[in-house]
């Protein structure tokens, strides 16, 4: 059985850290060493925005050294993934670019929902206790030094993705200078998050009760709870007692009991503060620590790409998921979505020899049926614009910014002119690919949410034929269409000119 040796780094916020891998069918993953070195990374980035030139020489001899004991290993693939204390960098591609002419490793800057989504994977990978947690509500939490992000389950279904910038290493940044005027250093900290957990508590846990919640972290969450979890659970009583004896300790105490530096103690009682706040505004009764990090995730998401891990859990689902609960947050038709989703995929799989996308355009385009009318809650007089402006403001889960910008602008084009003139002189900037694909999800989506005018589901089905350079579309429908066909000109005029052919409706009576 072939095996496949990967190597998962991860840029964070106080550490850089490698694990490797043997990955296989059989074995599925399997770690064969696992390094750390402590870096305050957080500590410049979310202060100053910048990194010294100090720093930036440290981190490149890490990767070098990285680099040594990856030939060791005979690592074949590896990915080296940063988080929040490179987006919140002011020059973030300078410093990737810098690090990778100086070591050879390139630095994916994750976004929020990039970052959780391969979090979400590194629990999946645990399938049996993964799934069966699910069932009941349950929240994902991942306590981070920049953010703290958090995911709602409830009957396997993704409920809703938010991330919150109140981690470990912010907060206590924010609040070092106060920390020598209290004698209460965690109640000041409960203070401080407060209003960022009310508006969450008070928008998404309406009428939702989550019983469990799954922990994620660095290697500090490991360390606070390592005496305390021989089966993973903690109880709610056991992380009072434990949430007491941390919050009670001085920091010199803290760091010789976890062994680990006082630097670093420092962030136990912000870490601590920010779990029971969540815990509380939940009413959770059990914690699940599954011990597992961004680094599985990482290698999970790579085997299962290379088809070498099958995963029972559809994570293609959950963005779609997500997004529907996006517009269902919007107030958008749901009866008119369903309909134009099933007109809009019929076009794309009918067509596929000739226009050139694959699975994940698809996943796209599903989603930009599901946002397309978002903006209406705000304007209906500007629906483009503002339902731009909702995507672009939205996280959704498991997609990187760049698929966000491609939906966004997908459905902006829905609504206005495509524009062409002036591309290739007014913004030298631009990626022609990525524009071309976003005219042709924006041509499929015109066409389908036309055929929907009305939004009565007058089409009840549709099959799309290609043949030569002919695309037959034929709809089936007993109502009366003249509405939906008399609008489609200047539709079926974009779809042609961006697809380069010929465009002929039929319809077929169902009754």
Same mark, same amino acid.
């Given at each position: 059985?072939?095996?496949?040796?990967?190597?998962a780094?991860?840029?964070?916020s106080?550490?850089?850290?490698?694990?490797?891998?043997?990955?296989?069918? #059989?074995?599925?993953?399997?770690?064969v060493?696992?390094i750390?070195?402590?870096?305050?990374?957080?500590?410049?980035?979310?202060?100053?925005?910048?990194f010294s030139?100090?720093?930036?020489?440290?981190?490149?001899?890490?990767?070098?050294?990285?680099? #040594?004991?990856?030939?060791?290993?005979?690592?074949?693939?590896s990915?080296?993934?940063?988080?929040?204390?490179?987006?919140?960098?002011?020059?973030?591609?300078?410093?990737?670019?810098?690090?990778?002419?100086?070591?050879?490793?390139? %630095?994916?800057? !994750?976004?929020?929902?990039?970052?959780?989504?391969?979090?979400?994977k590194?629990?999946?990978a645990?399938?049996?206790?993964?799934?069966?947690?699910?069932?009941?509500?349950?929240? %994902?939490?991942?306590?981070?030094?920049?953010?703290?992000?958090?995911?709602?389950?409830?009957?396997?279904a993704?409920?809703?993705?938010?991330?919150?910038?109140?981690? *470990?290493?912010?907060?206590?940044?924010?609040?070092?200078e106060?920390?020598?005027?209290?004698?209460?250093?965690?109640?000041?900290?409960?203070?401080f %998050?407060?209003?960022?957990?009310?508006?969450?508590?008070?928008?998404?846990?309406?009428?939702?009760?989550?019983?469990?919640?799954?922990?994620?972290?660095?290697?500090?969450?490991?360390t606070?709870?390592?005496?305390?979890?021989a089966?993973?659970?903690?109880?709610?009583?056991e992380?009072?007692?434990?949430?007491?004896?941390?919050?009670?300790?001085?920091?010199l105490?803290?760091?010789?009991?976890?062994?680990?530096?006082?630097?670093?103690?420092?962030?136990?009682?912000?870490?601590?503060?920010?779990?029971?706040?969540?815990?509380?505004?939940?009413?959770?009764e059990?914690?699940?620590?599954?011990?597992?990090?961004?680094?599985?995730?990482?290698?999970?998401?790579?085997?299962?790409?290379?088809?070498? %891990?099958?995963?029972?859990?559809?994570?293609?689902?959950?963005?779609?998921?997500?997004? #529907?609960?996006?517009?269902?947050r919007?107030s958008?038709?749901?009866?008119?979505?369903?309909?134009?989703?099933?007109?809009?995929?019929?076009?794309?799989?009918g067509?596929?020899k000739?226009?050139?996308?694959?699975?994940?355009?698809?996943?796209?385009?599903?989603?930009?049926?599901?946002?397309?009318?978002?903006?209406?809650?705000?304007?209906?007089?500007?629906?483009?614009?503002?339902?731009?402006?909702?995507?672009?403001?939205?996280?959704?889960?498991?997609? *990187?910014?760049?698929?966000?910008?491609i939906?966004?602008?997908?459905?902006?084009?829905?609504?206005?002119?495509?524009?062409?003139?002036?591309?290739?002189?007014?913004n030298l900037?631009?990626?022609?690919e990525r524009?071309?694909k976003?005219?042709?999800?924006?041509?499929?989506?015109r066409?389908?949410?036309?055929?929907?005018?009305?939004?009565?589901?007058?089409?009840?089905?549709?099959?799309?034929?290609?043949?030569?350079?002919? !695309?037959?579309?034929?709809?089936?429908?007993?109502?009366?269409?003249?509405?939906?066909?008399?609008?489609?000109?200047?539709?079926?005029?974009?779809?042609?000119?961006?697809?380069?052919? #010929?465009?002929?409706?039929?319809?077929?009576?169902?009754?």
């Amino acid at each position: 059985m072939a095996v496949l040796t990967f190597a998962a780094i991860d840029v964070g916020s106080y550490e850089i850290s490698m694990k490797i891998y043997e990955l296989s069918k #059989r074995s599925r993953m399997r770690v064969v060493n696992d390094i750390r070195y402590r870096l305050q990374l957080g500590s410049e980035s979310y202060s100053v925005g910048r990194f010294s030139m100090e720093t930036v020489d440290k981190i490149c001899e890490i990767l070098l050294d990285f680099q #040594r004991i990856m030939k060791e290993f005979g690592v074949q693939k590896s990915r080296a993934c940063a988080t929040s204390s490179f987006r919140e960098l002011s020059n973030p591609m300078v410093i990737v670019e810098q690090i990778y002419v100086r070591t050879g490793i390139h %630095i994916d800057i !994750l976004s929020n929902a990039e970052q959780h989504f391969l979090g979400y994977k590194s629990i999946a990978a645990i399938e049996i206790g993964f799934k069966k947690m699910i069932q009941k509500g349950t929240a %994902i939490l991942e306590v981070g030094g920049g953010a703290v992000q958090v995911s709602l389950f409830d009957k396997d279904a993704l409920v809703c993705t938010q991330n919150l910038k109140i981690g *470990s290493v912010r907060i206590r940044e924010r609040l070092r200078e106060l920390v020598k005027n209290t004698q209460h250093y965690d109640e000041l900290l409960a203070e401080f %998050i407060r209003n960022d957990l009310d508006t969450f508590q008070r928008l998404y846990l309406k009428d939702r009760e989550i019983r469990n919640v799954i922990l994620l972290g660095d290697f500090l969450t490991d360390t606070i709870f390592r005496d305390e979890r021989a089966d993973n659970i903690i109880t709610k009583a056991e992380f009072t007692k434990r949430y007491q004896d941390c919050t009670e300790k001085p920091e010199l105490v803290l760091a010789q009991e976890m062994d680990i530096e006082p630097e670093y103690a420092s962030l136990v009682v912000p870490t601590m503060v920010i779990l029971g706040s969540f815990i509380d505004i939940f009413g959770a009764e059990a914690l699940w620590v599954p011990g597992v990090s961004l680094h599985d995730g990482m290698a999970y998401d790579f085997a299962e790409k290379e088809k070498l %891990i099958k995963s029972s859990h559809d994570f293609e689902n959950d963005i779609v998921v997500a997004s #529907r609960n996006i517009a269902k947050r919007y107030s958008s038709g749901k009866a008119h979505i369903q309909g134009t989703t099933a007109l809009a995929l019929a076009i794309f799989d009918g067509m596929k020899k000739i226009h050139g996308l694959g699975p994940r355009e698809r996943l796209l385009l599903r989603i930009a049926v599901q946002l397309h009318d978002c903006g209406k809650y705000i304007s209906i007089g500007d629906v483009a614009e503002c339902s731009y402006h909702i995507i672009m403001s939205t996280e959704i889960i498991g997609l *990187s910014t760049e698929e966000r910008q491609i939906i966004a602008d997908v459905v902006r084009y829905n609504n206005i002119k495509f524009v062409y003139s002036g591309v290739y002189e007014e913004n030298l900037g631009v990626n022609v690919e990525r524009h071309l694909k976003i005219g042709k999800l924006a041509a499929i989506l015109r066409l389908a949410n036309a055929l929907d005018r009305s939004h009565y589901q007058k089409v009840k089905g549709l099959k799309a034929v290609m043949k030569e350079r002919e !695309l037959t579309i034929v709809m089936e429908s007993d109502q009366d269409i003249s509405l939906e066909l008399g609008l489609l000109k200047d539709k079926v005029d974009f779809f042609e000119e961006i697809f380069g052919i #010929r465009l002929t409706l039929r319809r077929k009576r169902t009754a």
